[in-house]
């Protein structure tokens, strides 16, 4: 199972883009990447999910190197209400099996 | 929006008791999983289960039992309810291809 590392907190202010690196060194071959955000006293919710290069949906946009060893998400022109914390799971595709284990997310906290 | 219900959403109760947290999804998806989160902390994976009469122990010791009779229902069971259990409990299913966790809003559970 691939082990992720990301900062505990990070600041920012309204209307900055930020970016959230995300390590997996041990990622198998197969592993997609997904991140989700989650607000105080609710489950975390979907964000975005890829295997390589750049994916980007309405909301974020997410960049994986060509080791795929590590990711960052990035939020553009972030708001108060992007006040979160944001995990990336690294998971094995679904007929591979596999715990889904969590890291321990990252807080970010956006100033006006 | 998926459909995964948690019941009941806050639940306060004495020690000693027992308690069931009802988790149930529309989704007829196949996996689900049961996470154990305390305040500001991270998402510990307690239970999870393959399908119908297979359920398996998570990475974080738990006191907990989980049952898996029917597809769409995935309940967790304290026998014994102690102070020491008093966290939020979450669930989240599973559909097959490259979908993400689906979560509920938890339970948050209280031992007097």
């Known amino acids: 199972l691939a082990k992720t590392t990301q900062p505990i907190s990070m600041d920012s202010y309204e209307g900055q883009e930020v970016n959230i690196t995300c390590s997996h060194n041990n990622i198998a071959t197969n592993d997609y990447i997904t991140w989700y955000q989650q607000f105080p006293s609710q489950g975390p919710r979907f964000i975005i999910q890829?295997?390589?290069t750049k994916v980007t949906n309405e909301v974020a946009s997410l960049f994986i190197p060509a080791d795929r060893k590590s990711s960052t998400l990035s939020l553009p022109r972030v708001s108060l209400s992007d006040t979160a914390v944001y995990y990336c799971?690294?998971?094995?595709?679904?007929?591979?099996?596999?715990?889904?284990?969590f890291g321990q997310g990252t807080e970010l906290s956006v100033k006006p | 929006e998926a459909d995964i219900y948690q019941t009941p959403r806050y639940l306060v109760i004495g020690t000693g008791k027992k308690i069931t947290l009802e988790c149930s999804q529309t989704m007829g998806h196949d996996k689900m999983y049961w996470y154990q989160q305390d305040p500001g902390m991270e998402l510990h994976l307690i239970h999870y289960?393959?399908?119908?009469?297979?359920?398996e122990k998570g990475d974080l010791s738990s006191e907990s039992t989980v049952s898996r009779i029917r597809t769409e229902h995935f309940p967790l069971t304290l026998e014994s309810a102690r102070p020491s259990h008093t966290s939020q409990y979450l669930c989240a299913s599973l559909g097959q291809g490259n979908s993400p966790l689906h979560f509920g809003n938890g339970t948050r559970l209280t031992v007097t």
């Open positions: 289960s393959y399908g119908v009469n297979s359920t």
């Open positions: 890829g295997y390589k």
């Open positions: 799971l690294v998971a094995p595709p679904y007929n591979q099996g596999g715990k889904l284990i």
